[in-house]
């Protein structure tokens, strides 16, 4: 059973950051290339970022140059520190594990495993 538990949510001011935090149990997170999704109200979740388990990354262009995916094997944590927030940054942000290889790391049928999220918002 794989759980997962994002943290570091939270009420920021526009402009402000947040470093969001995943942890995982029956899973050993170094292992899989990982995403951060985000969903905000009446959308579709989307993509935010990816890492790869070596360490490569990618962001989706609204989040290019203010967020940054990172990860600490060792702690088998996996983060998105998040600068610069507006509010349209405002969502429940989700990571999960990359289960699939179909298509793009940016595609959500590749995830398989969701948290429950961490609510984000960003007020201007």
């Known amino acids: 059973q794989v759980q997962l538990v994002e943290s570091g949510g939270g009420l920021v001011q526009a402009g402000g950051s947040l470093r969001l935090s995943c942890v995982a149990s029956?899973?050993?997170?170094?292992?899989?290339?990982m995403g951060w999704f985000r969903q905000a109200p009446g959308k579709e979740r989307e993509f935010v970022a990816a890492i790869t388990s070596g360490g490569s990354t990618n962001h989706a262009d609204p989040v290019k140059g203010r967020f940054t995916i990172s990860r600490d094997n060792a702690k088998n944590i996996v983060y998105l520190q998040m600068n610069s927030l507006k509010p349209e940054d405002t969502a429940v942000y989700y990571c999960?594990?990359?289960?699939?290889?179909?298509?793009?790391?940016?595609?959500?049928?590749?995830?398989?495993?969701w948290g429950q999220g961490t609510q984000v918002t960003v007020s201007s």
């Open positions: 029956g899973r050993t997170l170094s292992n899989y290339d």
């Open positions: 999960a594990p990359r289960e699939y290889y179909i298509g793009s790391y940016s595609d959500q049928w590749n995830y398989k495993y």
